[in-house]
């Protein structure tokens, strides 16, 4: 079956590390994309990629980082310099032409 | 002034009720518009995607848009415990012609259908 896996689906993260999120897609999708969600906040945008080694700031990019070195992979990192890590982070991907977002089931962070 | 504004709710219906669930926009450059449906610690799935103002049905589910009043709607019929969940309204706008299916979400309404 064609989708979106997101792992780990729980990670705990100490104070001043780096961790990284696992993203793959099978959906020969060009597009993809994090996003971050809060409580009460809905979903807010951290990068998205077009096409291969590209990729582009969403609306909270700081304190993250990706790339996209291969179609089906897009891995983001939460690095040190992200204040309030803690969040349930959501990967997704769509056609160039189309709109709809299809998403993985998420990776829940937890700073301890 | 968020570009977009959903009522978090919560939204608590009993079971065959009808459910309005509602978002307004800022933004008259938004042209796509989406529902998405979440369970507790999944992901989103998409119910319902539109473009043009109107009515679109598929099942119980009507997606209405109003382009005029920079309003959406979402309407569930007979409602069942199984639609309670949190529903995310998603917009996006056309860039150079090419969609690049950038979304923005409303904040989520948690819905609750009790037997």
């Known amino acids: 079956d064609g989708g979106i896996t997101q792992s780990p689906k729980y990670l705990f993260r100490k104070e001043g590390q780096n961790v990284t999120l696992s993203c793959e897609q099978n959906l020969n999708h060009d597009a993809m994309y994090w996003y971050r969600q809060d409580p009460g906040q809905g979903l807010r945008l951290i990068y998205y990629?077009?096409?291969?080694?590209?990729?582009q700031k969403g609306d909270i990019a700081e304190g993250y980082s990706v790339s996209r070195e291969k179609k089906e992979s897009f891995p983001l990192t939460v690095t040190s310099a992200q204040k309030n890590p803690t969040a349930f982070y959501l990967c997704?991907?769509?056609?160039?032409?189309?709109?709809?977002?299809?998403f993985g089931s998420g990776t829940r962070l937890t700073v301890v | 002034q968020k570009e977009v504004e959903q009522d978090p709710g919560p939204l608590s219906v009993p079971e065959g009720a009808i459910v309005s669930l509602n978002c307004t926009y800022s933004?008259?450059?938004?042209?796509?518009f989406m529902w998405y449906r979440q369970y507790s610690r999944k992901g989103p799935e998409l119910l319902m995607y539109?473009?043009?103002?109107g009515n679109k049905e598929d099942g119980r589910f009507t997606a209405q848009v109003d382009k005029s009043s920079k309003y959406i709607s979402l309407f569930i019929r007979d409602s069942q415990p199984s639609d309670s969940a949190t529903y995310l309204c998603a917009m996006s706008v056309l860039a150079g012609g090419t969609s690049y299916g950038k979304l923005t979400f409303g904040q989520g309404t948690i819905l609750t259908v009790h037997p």
């Open positions: 539109t473009y043009s103002s």
């Open positions: 997704a991907s769509s056609t160039t032409t189309g709109q709809a977002n299809t």
């Open positions: 933004n008259s450059a938004f042209q796509y």
């Open positions: 990629s077009q096409i291969v080694n590209d990729f």
